[in-house]
T-cell receptor, first 112, second 115 residues
Framework: KQEVTQIPAALSVPEGENLVLNCSFTDSAIYNLQWFRQDPGKGLTSLLLIQSSQREQTSGRLNASLDKSSGRSTLYIAASQPGDSATYLCAVRMAGGFKTIFGAGTRLFVKA | DTEVTQTPKHLVMGMTNKKSLKCEQHMGHRAMYWYKQKAKKPPELMFVYSYEKLSINESVPSRFSPECPNSSLLNLHLHALQPEDSALYLC??????????????FGQGTRLTVV
C-alpha cells in the first residue's frame, strides 16, 4: 500500500530564506507526482507536475525534483515571501489508473 | 481557462435532507474526481470518472452518489448524511493522455456541515 510522507510537518522561516520541503513515497510504481499549495479553507492550487520519467520541473521561484528509485521528491522555494505562507501538499498518482494519494502536508509560515 | 467551478461554496443540511454538490470545468478534461477533506488532513479520494464512466469508487458509503451527466459536469448527490460527513468536498479534473496525464486542477471546494 502506497504511503506518502511529508517532512517537516511545519516550518517557520524569515522572509528571503531559501527552503526545501520533502516528500517520500513507499511504492515507486507511480505515474506522476504533483505539488500543490492550499490556503486555509480553500481549494488546492497546482504548483508543479513531474511525470515519472522526469527528474525536475521549474516554475519561477519553485523547483521540484523527483528520484523515483529512492521514492523521494523535493520542492525548493527560493527567496521565500510572506505570500508563500500556506500548506504544501504532494500527491502521488499510482501507475495504471487514477488512484492518487496525498501526503499530510507541510505548513509553511514565512515571517516578514 | 484553468478553472474548476464548484457550487455551492457552503452548505448546511440536516440528516434527513437531500442535496447535491455541483462541479463544472471547460478545459476539455475527461477525468473528474471527488475528494473529501477533513480539517488539517489531506484530501482523500472518493470517486473518479473517466470519459463519463465511473472508474474508481473508494468504498464510499451509498449515501454519497456521484453522477457525471456529460464531460463538463460532475455532481455528488447527498442523502441521509451523518454529522461526521461534515468536511470540505473538493472536485478536480485532469486529462488522460497516452502514457501520461495532465496536471490535476482543483475547485475551491464546498464546505459541508451536517446538523
Amino acid at each position: 500500500k502506497q504511503e506518502v510522507t511529508q517532512i517537516p510537518a511545519a516550518l517557520s522561516v524569515p522572509e528571503g530564506e531559501n527552503l526545501v520541503l520533502n516528500c517520500s513515497f513507499t511504492d515507486s510504481a507511480i505515474y506522476n507526482l504533483q505539488w500543490f499549495r492550499q490556503d486555509p479553507g480553500k481549494g488546492l492550487t497546482s504548483l508543479l507536475l513531474i511525470q515519472s520519467s522526469q527528474r525536475e520541473q521549474t516554475s519561477g521561484r519553485l523547483n521540484a525534483s523527483l528520484d523515483k528509485s529512492s521514492g523521494r521528491s523535493t520542492l525548493y522555494i527560493a527567496a521565500s515571501q510572506p505570500g508563500d505562507s500556506a500548506t504544501y501538499l504532494c500527491a502521488v498518482r499510482m501507475a495504471g489508473g487514477f488512484k492518487t494519494i496525498f501526503g499530510a502536508g507541510t505548513r509553511l509560515f514565512v515571517k516578514a | 481557462d484553468t478553472e474548476v467551478t464548484q457550487t455551492p461554496k457552503h452548505l448546511v443540511m440536516g440528516m434527513t435532507n437531500k442535496k447535491s454538490l455541483k462541479c463544472e470545468q471547460h478545459m476539455g478534461h475527461r477525468a473528474m474526481y471527488w475528494y473529501k477533506q477533513k480539517a488539517k488532513k489531506p484530501p482523500e479520494l472518493m470517486f473518479v470518472y473517466s470519459y463519463e464512466k465511473l472508474s474508481i469508487n473508494e468504498s464510499v458509503p451509498s449515501r454519497f452518489s456521484p453522477e457525471c451527466p456529460n464531460s463538463s459536469l460532475l455532481n455528488l448527490h447527498l442523502h441521509a448524511l451523518q454529522p461526521e460527513d461534515s468536511a470540505l468536498y473538493l472536485c478536480a479534473s485532469s486529462h488522460p493522455r497516452a502514457g501520461r496525464d495532465t496536471e490535476a486542477f482543483f475547485g475551491q471546494g464546498t464546505r459541508l456541515t451536517v446538523v
